[in-house]
């Protein structure tokens, strides 16, 4: 099976980019595409840090951006770093422009009908990007879904997807030599769920993020033992506090989001249940 990384990047809340890759997708046969997944892409500072992600996991980058400096700028990274680059939309409004003798609206977003449930969606967006990597931990009680793991078990782009379907998203890393905050174990209103990994993936991924940073590929964050303690370390935790697990050694974004969603409704279920 073939597999590749899928870098989807939007100034807006991507849905339209994200069907246009499923239907792409979809026209092959095993096929495993690996999604990065990056909504309201609108400054420089989120672009750079979205590159040391693509840097770090190579692949085909799609993108829908109406910025037109910002758009040069990821076109500029990818070539310089060789990686395919695709507009999405560009030859279907290349042909209407044609054909209309109009010119394309430029401002990210105006497809979108302003209802509430976009406004939802962006404030899920802003809340989560707000919450990322420990920040905030004093508002989690505010959040619909934590997510708890050890450095590179994928929970921000978990995070972002979780956002951009509407769910207030905060993580927090999880590292033995320095405990999370206490009011982890108290929340009330968010479910907190753990993500974990097998130790070679995890491995490999830290020695990716490493060499993208031009960092030494050997020090203890890849070590194998300290490793497998970080993770002893975590499932720990999880189990304590009875918290649901989801193992991200061989699930997209996609579908790991998808399985805390169901997570996340049966609770709902099971309280709307209990309530009655």
């Given at each position: 099976?073939?597999?590749?990384?899928?870098?989807?990047?939007?100034?807006?809340?991507?849905?339209?980019?994200?069907?246009?890759?499923?239907?792409?997708?979809?026209?092959?046969?095993?096929?495993?595409?690996i999604r990065h997944f990056w909504?309201?892409?609108?400054?420089?500072?989120?672009?750079?840090?979205?590159?040391?992600?693509?840097?770090?996991?190579?692949?085909?980058?799609?993108?829908?951006?109406?910025?037109?400096?910002?758009?040069?700028?990821?076109?500029?990274?990818?070539?310089?770093?060789?990686?395919?680059?695709?507009?999405?939309?560009?030859?279907?409004?290349?042909?209407?422009?044609?054909?209309?003798?109009?010119?394309?609206?430029?401002?990210?977003?105006?497809?979108h009908i302003l209802d509430e449930?976009?406004?939802?969606?962006?404030?899920?967006?802003?809340?989560?990007?707000?919450?990322?990597?420990?920040?905030?931990?004093?508002?989690?009680?505010?959040?619909?879904?934590?997510?708890?793991?050890?450095?590179?078990?994928?929970?921000?782009?978990?995070?972002?997807?979780?956002?951009?379907?509407?769910?207030?998203?905060?993580?927090?890393?999880?590292?033995?030599?320095?405990?999370?905050?206490?009011?982890?174990?108290?929340?009330?209103?968010?479910?907190?769920?753990?993500?974990?990994?097998?130790?070679?993936?995890?491995?490999?991924?830290?020695?990716?993020?490493?060499?993208?940073?031009?960092?030494?590929?050997?020090?203890?964050?890849?070590?194998?033992?300290?490793?497998?303690?970080?993770?002893?370390?975590?499932?720990?935790?999880?189990?304590?506090?009875?918290?649901?697990?989801?193992?991200?050694?061989?699930?997209?974004?996609?579908?790991?989001?998808?399985?805390?969603?169901?997570?996340?409704?049966?609770?709902?279920?099971?309280?709307?249940?209990?309530?009655?």
């Open positions: 099976m073939a597999r590749i990384h899928l870098h989807l990047l939007s100034d807006s809340t991507g849905e339209t980019l994200e069907n246009i890759a499923k239907a792409a997708i979809g026209l092959f046969e095993n096929v495993e595409a909504p309201m892409v609108r400054s420089d500072v989120h672009l750079d840090r979205i590159m040391e992600e693509i840097a770090a996991n190579p692949g085909l980058v799609l993108f829908t951006l109406t910025n037109h400096p910002l758009r040069k700028r990821l076109e500029t990274r990818c070539r310089a770093l060789g990686l395919p680059h695709v507009a999405a939309l560009d030859s279907v409004a290349d042909a209407l422009s044609n054909i209309l003798g109009q010119e394309t609206r430029t401002r990210p977003g105006r497809k449930a976009y406004f939802a969606r962006i404030e899920a967006i802003q809340f989560t990007i707000a919450h990322d990597d420990g920040v905030g931990h004093e508002n989690w009680e505010e959040a619909d879904i934590v997510l708890a793991g050890v450095s590179r078990a994928s929970k921000t782009p978990t995070s972002i997807y979780l956002a951009n379907r509407g769910y207030k998203t905060a993580n927090i890393p999880l590292v033995p030599e320095s405990p999370p905050p206490r009011n982890l174990y108290g929340l009330k209103h968010p479910m907190v769920v753990g993500l974990t990994v097998s130790p070679e993936r995890l491995i490999q991924i830290r020695r990716n993020r490493l060499l993208s940073l031009n960092q030494a590929p050997e020090t203890a964050y890849v070590d194998n033992e300290k490793v497998q303690e970080e993770l002893a370390f975590a499932r720990r935790m999880f189990a304590d506090n009875g918290w649901p697990v989801i193992d991200m050694t061989r699930r997209s974004i996609e579908e790991a989001a998808a399985a805390i969603i169901n997570l996340f409704n049966d609770r709902e279920l099971a309280e709307g249940g209990q309530g009655a």
